[in-house]
């Protein structure tokens, strides 16, 4: 699964591709990523003289916390991370720049 593809005008850029998922703390899963940084030329200084700037790849844990679904159910007061939707059916998550919205379903096997 890749998270935000952005494209520039050379090349694309993946934010990460998510290796693996396991529990982490507090029920929060543990997301183990992958970004690969392309190589490019660099401008340097003020002169514009370019320098070439290798490519890399950088594999780290990240964190996804997961509210409970009792949080709609007890009509928690929202936070700056977290509320609830108007329509009372999703959590919605903000952090770093990124919003998660959880949908709580009932397993329909149960």
């Known amino acids: 699964m890749s998270l935000r593809r ?6 694309e850029f993946e934010l990460y591709d998510v290796l693996g998922i396991k529990d982490g703390l507090g029920g929060a899963l543990e997301l183990q990523v992958k970004t690969i940084y392309p190589g490019a030329d660099v401008a340097q ?7 070439p700037w290798p490519a890399k790849v950088d594999t780290r844990p990240e964190e996804l916390p997961v509210a409970s679904p ?28 990124w919003t998660w919205t959880f949908t709580p379903t009932p397993d329909a096997g149960k």
Do not use: H, Q, W
């Open 6 to 11: 952005v494209v520039f005008a050379a090349f």
């Open 45 to 51: 200084f003020c002169t514009a003289s370019r320098k």
């Open 70 to 97: 009792m949080l709609i159910a007890m009509n928690a007061p929202a936070t700056r991370e977290l509320s609830v939707s108007p329509d009372k059916k999703s959590l919605i998550y903000k952090r770093d720049g």
